[in-house]
Every structure is written in C-alpha cells, then in structure tokens.
Nanobody, 127 residues
Framework: QVQLVESGGGLVQPGGSLRLSCAASGRTSSTYIMGWFRQAPGSEREFVAAWRGSLNTRHYADRVKGRFTISRDNAKNMVYLQMNSLQPEDTAVYYC????????????????????WGQGTQVTVSS
C-alpha cells in the first residue's frame, strides 16, 4: 500500500501563488506516475498535472499550462505542485494521486488510472 498526504493549501488572493506538497510513504516506487487532480464544489474531479519520472515527462491540463509546475523529489518521496497566477476558478480541493501503470500521456489525465489517492487539501482563491 501507498499512503499520500497533501499539504500546503490555503486562502490566497487572485494573482497569488501556492505550493502544494504530497508526501508519499509505504510501498512507493520512483517508477510510479504521480498526478494532481482537483475537484470544485458541484463539479467532477478534473486532471491538473502529472509526471512520469522514468521518461521525465510532464503533462498539464490546458487551463493550468504555463501557470502550474509539477516537480518531484524521489529522495524525499515528495511531489510538489507550484501554482502561480492563481484565479478564483482554481478554487478546489486538490488531490495527489499515484499510478503503478506505465501510462502514456493520453492516459495520465484519467482519474481511473490512478491506484492511490490522498485526502486532499483545500485551495481557495478569493479577494
């Protein structure tokens, strides 16, 4: 089993930045694909970003491309999501996820392809 714990959420003004962290423990592997998803009230969970470390491949949702950056520290079993230029529409609960499969880019955005999930951290963008 793999345990994922997110942190770093909070309240930020429009245009501000936050860095989310995801601590992985248990039977983790550097080959796992790590992803970030988010879910706003009344909406379905949506893909934000993912990283396949074995190929150094990063994949972003169009709406966050250029503003968000996913990174990973395998030595510390940590995954990060740097979020810049935040807007009210970025308000959501953000979830860290891990996949054991060797996903191609088109598969990374599907939540059903991830095996492990964190409990989520709330991000609120408001003035």
């Amino acid at each position: 089993q793999v345990q994922l714990v997110e942190s770093g959420g909070g309240l930020v003004q429009p245009g501000g930045s936050l860095r989310l962290s995801c601590a992985a423990s248990g039977r983790t592997s550097s080959t796992y694909i790590m992803g970030w998803f988010r879910q706003a009230p009344g909406s379905e969970r949506e893909f934000v970003a993912a990283w396949r470390g074995s190929l150094n491949t990063r994949h972003y949702a169009d709406r966050v491309k250029g503003r968000f950056t996913i990174s990973r520290d395998n030595a510390k079993n940590m995954v990060y999501l740097q979020m810049n230029s935040l807007q009210p529409e970025d308000t959501a609960v953000y979830y860290c996820a891990a996949s054991r499969a060797s996903l191609i880019v088109s598969e990374m955005s599907r939540s059903g392809n991830y095996d492990y999930w964190g409990q989520g951290t709330q991000v609120t963008v408001s003035s």
